[in-house]
C-alpha cells in the first residue's frame, strides 16, 4: 500500500521516513552488547546478528540460560527479537526470519527444520517468488524437491548456495563484529520532553546496552555522560561518576534516575544519549566461603555515587591535610575514598569552628560562657600567611572548661586581650 492511500484511509496516521542510518547504527548497538555471550558475532543486515555460543554453553549455564538472556536484554533495550538454533548459522536465520523460534541440534535434522519455512525467507528477488509460487513452490521442502540442474538455470546457483549452506554442505566464511573503542550511543524521542520519568525510559535503554558492551570486553568504567539535546538550546551533559570501577546496568540506571531528578532543564529533550571513553580492565571480584555483608565497602560506594548524583559532584568529598599552619587552611577536598598522608603536629580538636568566636576577659583570662577557662597547655605560636594578604598572629591554648569541657583557644597579638575560641576537642 502507498503512502497516499494509507493516509485517506486514516488521516490521523503519522509516518516518520526510514532511517537506514539509524538501523544500522542500532544493530551495531545490539551487537556491541552480544559480545558479552561470545566474541563470534556477525552482522546480518537490515535486521539480523548471528552468534556462535556453543563455546560459550558451559560458562554460561546452557543454551537455555543464554537464550533467557538474550531475550531479557534485548527487550530492556527496546526491541523484539526471534530467536533460533541450529547447527549451521544460515539454518537459524532462516528460521528466525521464518518466525520458527526452535533450537535443534544435529545435521541431519536441519532438512527437516526448514523445510515447512515459506521460500519467502529466503534471499532472492520478487521475481523468482512470484515464479516459485507459479510452479507450486511455496516451502523450502518444495524447492529443495526440484532438480538442482533445473533450479540453477532458472534462479541462479546462488539460490542453491543459499540451500547448501543452511545444510551444513556448503562452508560459510563469515566477518566478525569488532566493537568500537568507546560508547557512544543514542535515541531520539518523538517528541520533546522535559520529564525525568520519560527521559529515564530511553536512558535505560542506553545504559542496558552500556553495560553488555563492557561486559564482552570484561570492562568497567568510573563515570559517563548522559547527554541530553534540545531544539534551540545547547546540549545538557550530564557528568555521572562512580566511586568504583563498575559494568552493572541498574547501577549506572540508579544514578541516572537521582541525577535527572535534580536537574532543572532549560527546554525540552529531543535526543538522549550516553558516551563512555575510558574504559577500564576490570576483573572479576573473588568470592568467599563466608561472605561477610556487614564490612562490604560495595554499600559505601554506592552511597557515596547516589549521594554524588543527587546533590552534585562537588558536594561530597573526602577530606586530606595540608602544610599550612593555619588551622582553617589545613585541610583540602580529595576523592571520597583516597587515602591521605598523616600529617605530623600538635594535638588538634575534632571541631573546628568556621568563624572563631570571641571570648569575653575578666583579670586576664578567658571566660566561656559563666566560666573562667583554665589553660592547660601552651601557647604554641603561629604565625603565618603574610604572602597572601591573610596573615595571622595567634597564641593557642588547650584550656578547660568548669565542667571539664576542653577547649581550643587563642589570644590574637595584634588585639591586646582578644580571645578567640577556634575549636572543641571531642
Not at 527437516?112 to 511455496?138: F, K
Not at 543459499?162 to 566464511?173: F, V
Request: charged fraction near 25%.
Amino acid at each position: 500500500m502507498s503512502l497516499a492511500a494509507a493516509c485517506a484511509l486514516a488521516p490521523d496516521l503519522r509516518h516518520r521516513p526510514r532511517d537506514a542510518a539509524a538501523e544500522d547504527a542500532a544493530l551495531g548497538q545490539i551487537a556491541a552488547w552480544s559480545v558479552q555471550f561470545t566474541p563470534a558475532v556477525s552482522l546480518q543486515p537490515p535486521r539480523g546478528l548471528l552468534l556462535e555460543i556453543e563455546g560459550s554453553l558451559r560458562l554460561l549455564g546452557g543454551i537455555g540460560s543464554i537464550l533467557e538472556a538474550i531475550r531479557r536484554g534485548v527487550a530492556d533495550m527496546g526491541y523484539t527479537v526471534s530467536l533460533a538454533c541450529a547447527p549451521t548459522v544460515s539454518a537459524a536465520w532462516l528460521l528466525a526470519r521464518g518466525g520458527t523460534e526452535r533450537v535443534f541440534a544435529g545435521q541431519r535434522a536441519i532438512r527437516e527444520a526448514i523445510s515447512p519455512l515459506p521460500v519467502r525467507v529466503l534471499d532472492c528477488e520478487a521475481q523468482a517468488l512470484d515464479t516459485l509460487a507459479a510452479i507450486g513452490a511455496r516451502t523450502i521442502g518444495d524447492l529443495l524437491a526440484l532438480p538442482r540442474d533445473g533450479v540453477a538455470r532458472r534462479f541462479g546457483q546462488r539460490l542453491l548456495d543459499q540451500l547448501d549452506r543452511a545444510l551444513g554442505e556448503r562452508p560459510e566464511a563469515r566477518a566478525f563484529f569488532t566493537a568500537a573503542p568507546r560508547f557512544d550511543a543514542a535515541i531520539e524521542l518523538a517528541a520533546g520532553t522535559a520529564s525525568a520519568e520519560a527521559l529515564l525510559f530511553p536512558a535505560r535503554r542506553l545504559l542496558t546496552q552500556l553495560a553488555g558492551y563492557l561486559a564482552g570486553r570484561c570492562a568497567g568504567i568510573q563515570g559517563f555522560n548522559l547527554v541530553l539535546r534540545h531544539e534551540d538550546a545547547p546540549d545538557t551533559v550530564l557528568e555521572i561518576g562512580l566511586a568504583a570501577p563498575s559494568r552493572e546496568a541498574d547501577r549506572f540506571v540508579l544514578l541516572a534516575r537521582e541525577r535527572l531528578a535534580a536537574t532543572a532543564l532549560a527546554a525540552p529533550v529531543t535526543r538522549v544519549g550516553v558516551e563512555a571513553g575510558e574504559i577500564l580492565t576490570l576483573a572479576g571480584e573473588p568470592g568467599n566461603l563466608f561472605p561477610d555483608h556487614a564490612g562490604d565497602a560495595g554499600d559505601w560506594a554506592r552511597l557515596v555515587e547516589r549521594l554524588r548524583a543527587r546533590l552534585g559532584p562537588d558536594a561530597v568529598h573526602g577530606l586530606a591535610p595540608r602544610a599550612e599552619h593555619r588551622p582553617e587552611r589545613a585541610w583540602r577536598a580529595t576523592a571520597p575514598g583516597a587515602r591521605a598522608e598523616q600529617a605530623g603536629r600538635a594535638p588538634r580538636p575534632l571541631w573546628l569552628i568556621e568563624q572563631p568566636r570571641p571570648l569575653a576577659e575578666v583579670n586576664s583570662k578567658p571566660r566561656y560562657r559563666d566560666g573562667a577557662l583554665a589553660l592547660l597547655a601552651g601557647p604554641e605560636r603561629i604565625e603565618s600567611g603574610w604572602w597572601d594578604g591573610a596573615d595571622v598572629k595567634r597564641d593557642y591554648f588547650i584550656a578547660q572548661t568548669p565542667d571539664r569541657a576542653t577547649l581550643w583557644v587563642y589570644r590574637d597579638r595584634r588585639r591586646p586581650g582578644g580571645w578567640f575560641l577556634h575549636g572543641i576537642f571531642g
